[in-house]
């Protein structure tokens, strides 16, 4: 059974950083697309960042390009995001999401989900 399990999230002020993880488990880690996905209160959920099984191809929404970087590390069968800058806009419940292909940008792409972590950016 595969389970994602994302931690990190809080509270923090503007301006701020913050390093999510999301832990897998029963999930051949090493061969799986990575992905971070957001959800805003009223909003739809979004692509945020995917990165392949080697770490080495990244593929960033264009939104999300310089504040946001994802890593990898397959020893650890974790996936990480860093969000620098943080601004109010941020706030939103971000999800971990894998997949046994490349990287996609789409929900429906994606197999296996976490539970999503909360983070709350105060202004």
């Known amino acids: 059974q595969v389970r994602l399990v994302e931690s990190g999230g809080g509270l923090v002020q503007a301006g701020g950083t913050l390093r999510l993880s999301c832990a897998a488990s029963?999930?051949?880690?090493?061969?799986?697309?990575m992905a971070w996905f957001r959800q805003a209160p009223g909003k739809e959920r979004e692509f945020v960042v995917a990165i392949n099984w080697s770490g080495d191809n990244t593929h960033y929404a264009d939104s999300m390009k310089g504040r946001f970087t994802i890593s990898r590390d397959n020893a650890k069968n974790t996936v990480y995001l860093q969000v620098n800058s943080l601004k109010p806009e941020d706030t939103a419940v971000y999800y971990c999401a894998s997949r046994y292909n490349f990287i996609a940008t789409r929900q429906e792409d994606y197999a296996y989900w976490g539970q999503g972590t909360q983070v709350t950016v105060s202004s």
């Open positions: 029963g999930l051949s880690f090493s061969i799986a697309t």
